[in-house]
């Protein structure tokens, strides 16, 4: 990867090339270097306050919230504060987090009445302490982790900082990559083209022996079966999935 200096901005094609080399390098490309640069780039490279799809999954992901609580509650991998904005409402204290900074610094502005929100910036795998959430929200954030053991430090991490009775909201993609609305049936060969090429980097990146990403069935899978957690509620869409779980 390449060292990003302060105040160094990279374009797109620079931030692909990033991953191209490091899956080259059969090194993980999505490390914080990677978000910080990308957000560089241009502000809201996943396009989310335009996509209509973006608002739907905020919306599935709100609506499996049980009602009537105002949560002490921790937002990881917030990017530019969109969905903060959203959760806010429902919260009593929320600490939003993200690795890039200059996400943290757009989501402060974005966020700005909300005087309940604070942002941390760090990888969800080094934060420590006692259990002191009763809510934790992760979304699009586990198929950046480098494998099946980040994944699983950060289940244990999270685990830890949930309280007795707390709810881990885990909002995944089903597919791999961006995605964009179009007709029902246009969408449906769109999913399996995307199915297709995904397969075919797959077997290519385990070719070399670079790392995969996983999707949200495997993703979710590893919270559904852990013992400290149960499974209250989920929303299957055909784009997303949404998994509503409980600290025992
Ligand atoms: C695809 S964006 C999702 C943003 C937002 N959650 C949403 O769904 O609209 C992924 C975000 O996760 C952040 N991220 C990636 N790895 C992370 C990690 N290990 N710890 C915390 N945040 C991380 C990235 O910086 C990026 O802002």
Not at 4 to 12: N, S
Not at 49 to 63: G, M
Not at 130 to 144: C, N
Not at 149 to 174: D, M, N, S
């Amino acid at each position: 990867m390449i060292p990003i200096t302060p105040g160094q901005r990279l374009t797109k094609a620079g931030v692909a090339a990033q991953v191209i080399r490091s899956i080259i390098g059969r090194s993980w490309p999505f490390d914080s270097r990677h978000f910080e640069a990308l957000y560089r780039a241009a502000p809201d490279p996943w396009h989310v306050t335009v996509k209509p799809n973006e608002q739907r999954k905020y919306a599935a992901t709100l609506a499996l919230l049980p009602e009537g609580c105002s949560y002490e509650a921790m937002e990881v991998g917030c990017s530019e504060g969109a969905f903060t904005l959203l959760l806010a409402p429902r919260c009593k204290s929320l600490l939003a987090m993200d690795v890039s900074a200059t996400a943290l610094e757009r989501a402060r502005g974005r966020n700005v009445e909300n005087r309940h929100v604070n942002f941390l910036c760090a990888d969800v795998r080094r934060l420590h302490g006692e259990a002191q959430f009763d809510l934790i929200t992760i979304m699009e954030v586990l198929y950046y982790l480098p494998g099946a053991e980040a994944v699983e430090e950060a289940r244990r991490t999270v685990i830890q900082l949930l309280r007795p009775g707390g709810y881990l909201l885990l909002t995944h993609l089903q597919g791999w990559g961006d995605y964009t609305p179009h007709a029902r049936g246009l969408q449906k060969l769109e999913h399996g083209i995307k199915g297709c090429c995904r397969c075919l980097i797959n077997v290519g990146l385990r070719a070399i022996g670079a790392p995969i990403m996983a999707r949200a069935p495997e993703l979710h899978a590893s919270f559904r079966n852990t013992p400290e957690l149960e499974v209250m509620a989920e929303t299957i869409d055909p784009e997303f999935q949404v998994l509503l779980l409980r600290r025992t």
